[in-house]
């Protein structure tokens, strides 16, 4: 299953939702793709945002096509 997201004026893919983080002590993180649609991705299109300072236009649910 695939999370996709209107976040920003951009279309991206949320990869994991995490409580915490080693990072940062606050509580409540996002793991998103800016560029889910390629297939090598790079380190540089992924970026963890707080959920409490996020806020998502839509967000919908897609079926993996493979297997």
């Known amino acids: 299953m695939m999370?996709?997201?209107?976040f920003k004026?951009?279309?991206?893919?949320?990869v994991k939702v995490?409580?915490?983080v080693m990072f940062s002590e606050d509580k409540g993180w996002i793991f998103i793709c800016y560029d889910f649609d390629k297939i090598n991705r790079r380190?540089?299109?992924?970026k963890w945002?707080?959920?409490s300072e996020t806020k998502f236009e839509w967000v919908r649910e897609f079926a993996d096509t493979e297997g």
């Open 3 to 6: 999370v996709i997201a209107k």
């Open 9 to 14: 004026d951009k279309i991206v893919q949320i």
């Open 18 to 20: 995490q409580e915490s």
């Open 49 to 51: 945002v707080k959920a």
């Open 43 to 46: 380190r540089e299109q992924f």
